[in-house]
């Protein structure tokens, strides 16, 4: 049986499986006798494959991950920062939003959001913020801008944070201030899985 699972940001296929190399031959056909005196002797032989994706017995076949931080200047109210670490490279969904109620475009600078993977001696940065003229005409109208993007998640360590600029307290508002998550998923699959066919060969 063959399940397909539609995402978003992953399509996987799952197949639902499995044998036992000791039963796979039980009930089988073994010969045919013909009336006139002849015969044809069937033999099985089971084969073990490893070329499918398995969901381990009560799993659910995937898991969401959502990874969030926020930031007006308020430490007791704010979550900066994120570093966590990602087992394989995978697409997630990038969501950032920055709030200026009481800024002007130019004074909205020290507002961002930054992504670092791939951290080592070539970390790829990527920064989230009011420069380019679409996203200034956006902040124009509504004092907000709101960025959805799909980023790659390379395997290992991932850096996420946020900064605002220098404001009176806010208290628990995010009318000036920043927001932004990641949501990803892992399947959980069993790549070790072990399954078995068979092949029938005429013996005579």
């Known amino acids: 049986m063959k399940i397909s699972f539609q995402k978003k940001y992953l399509v996987i296929k799952v197949q639902i499986g499995g044998g036992n190399k000791d039963l796979i031959t039980a009930g089988s056909l073994k010969t045919i006798q013909y009336p006139t005196g002849g015969m044809t002797e069937f033999e099985y032989e089971p084969h073990s494959v490893n070329n499918a994706k398995y969901v381990e017995k009560g799993k659910s076949p995937l898991t969401d991950h ?11 109210f704010s ?6 670490t990602v087992e394989k490279t995978i697409k ?8 200026g109620q009481s800024f002007t475009a130019a004074e909205m600078g020290g507002f961002a959001v930054t992504l670092v993977t791939n951290i080592g001696p070539s970390p790829t940065t990527k920064s989230y ?3 380019t003229p679409e996203r200034i005409q956006e902040f124009n109208l509504k004092k907000s ?11 290992g360590r991932v850096i996420f944070t946020s900064t605002v600029g220098a404001m009176s307290y806010q208290g628990y508002s995010l009318s000036n201030g ?25 013996k005579k």
Request: cysteine-free.
């Open 92 to 99: 997630a969904k990038l969501k950032v939003y920055i709030s």
């Open 178 to 202: 920043v927001q932004a998550s990641l949501t990803f998923f892992d399947l959980n699959t069993n790549d070790n899985y072990e399954s078995f066919v068979g092949g029938l060969r005429i």
């Open 66 to 76: 959502l990874k969030s931080i926020i930031n007006n200047g308020n430490s007791s």
């Open 145 to 155: 801008i709101t960025i959805e993007e799909e980023v790659e998640l390379t395997a």
């Open 79 to 84: 979550t900066p920062m994120l570093d966590f």
């Open 129 to 131: 913020r009011i420069n």
